[in-house]
């Protein structure tokens, strides 16, 4: 059965952050071990603040509030009074396997000072910033050491000292009798929190954590060339461990806006242009701009037709790692007027009559270019 983290501390559902905190430090003060050093208090206090930590954490708590129980664990038991009775391979064999005996199941404590988790933020950026690169400053959220007691976890400084109810093993034995005997069953200490360790003066600004969550700025280089969905590392940026354990890394993950003129595809920048039909006849050079403004020619060559792409190298996006670029890829439509004046319709008639151009049926596939079709693809980027 789940439990009620939400009666543990006396709040409705509706509880704020502050309001969980506000309850947890009006409760730890009649159950802490500083005033208080039984070991019903210890588990008290341990049943408060893991209530806290489930209840402010919003992944728990979602859990929670959907009839869960993140903290849930199955108890591997022991079972006593058995003995082999069948030669080798008896009863009592199979039932030291699945229930143990008072051993069973104990893994001894775990490390107080532990290495911290890694974080993850994202950031975004638009293509300008991707083709340059960029050092940017992003905020995260994350726990560092306590400054108040340098990670230590204690008030005045002290080493922990072995855990008086688990005898510094990190975990104790709790023993039930059934049908099928006396059940030994093992779980974490409460009072230790399966360390094996308690700090007898918990630093007042932790709560003997050695960490404390704070938002800080962080300052990013984000290399040229980087794209969509990728990561930038930083090494020892993520969350402190508890203890003051050294810190996991943080990784920054690019989002990156759609441009207005272009769409890339790798290294490779692409663009529809639109060409005036006499100017796809005879030729013509254009100005066309990078992401960052700078402008170079598009030469388009005489007689070039609808859908044809024309390469322009070296001037799409930096090869990250690389002196390299990619290409600038053009993919050119042909503007056929909709309206033409006495004269220019005169002079068209004339080329025609010139060329004796007749229309005719192509046998190919019907769609639009390859522009439009790339275009589909990187709808909702």
């Known amino acids: 059965m789940a439990r009620d983290y939400y009666g543990i501390l006396g709040v409705d559902r509706n509880a704020s952050d502050a309001d969980i905190k506000k309850a947890f430090r009006r409760k730890a003060r009649k159950y802490h071990p500083d005033v208080n050093d039984s070991a019903e208090a210890a588990d008290k206090f341990n049943e408060l603040k893991i209530a ?23 108890n591997y038991g022991g079972a006593g009074g058995f003995s082999g009775g069948f030669g080798g391979g008896g009863l009592g064999d199979i039932f030291e396997q699945f229930f143990g005996g008072a051993g069973a199941g104990m893994r001894g404590p775990k490390p107080r000072v532990r290495p911290g988790n890694d974080a993850l933020v ?8 991707c083709y340059t690169g960029v050092r940017k400053e992003v905020t995260v959220d994350t726990a560092i050491l306590c400054d108040a007691c ?21 975990e104790v034995v709790e023993t039930q009798r059934s049908f099928l005997g006396n059940v030994q069953t093992v779980r974490e200490c409460s009072r230790c929190g399966g360390t094996g360790e308690i700090i007898k003066d918990p630093c007042p600004k932790c709560d003997g954590d050695g960490r404390v969550k704070k938002r800080r700025p962080i300052t990013v280089d984000i290399p040229a060339g ?41 290294d490779d920048l692409h663009l529809s242009v639109s060409v ?13 701009k990078d992401p960052v403004g700078e402008e170079f020619p598009l030469d388009i060559a005489p ?11 070296g001037r799409g996006m930096p090869r990250i790692r690389s002196d390299r670029k990619g290409n600038v890829v053009a993919h050119v439509s042909v503007a056929v007027p909709t309206k033409l004046d006495s004269k220019t319709e005169k002079l068209l008639k004339q ?5 004796k151009d007749d229309a005719i049926v192509n046998d190919r596939e019907s769609g639009g270019g390859f522009f439009s079709r790339l275009r589909s693809r990187f709808v909702g980027r």
């Open 122 to 129: 994202r950031m975004k950026l638009d293509l300008a910033e």
């Open 276 to 288: 005036p039909m006499v100017d796809a006849a005879l030729g013509t050079s254009i100005s066309v």
């Open 226 to 266: 980087i794209d969509d969905g990728m990561r930038v590392r930083l090494s020892g940026q993520g969350e402190v461990g508890p203890g003051g354990g050294p810190a996991g890394d943080l990784y920054v993950e690019v989002r990156v806006a759609p441009d207005s003129i272009f769409v890339r595809e790798g």
């Open 351 to 355: 080329v025609k009559n010139h060329r």
């Open 303 to 313: 007689g070039t037709q609808p859908d044809e792409t024309i390469t322009v190298e």
């Open 150 to 170: 340098q990670g230590k976890g204690s008030q005045s400084g002290q080493s922990p000292v072995t855990c008086p109810t688990c005898q510094g093993r990190g």
């Open 52 to 74: 806290q930590e489930v209840l402010t954490d919003p992944q728990k708590r979602s859990i929670v509030d959907a009839g869960g129980d993140p903290e849930a664990q199955p």
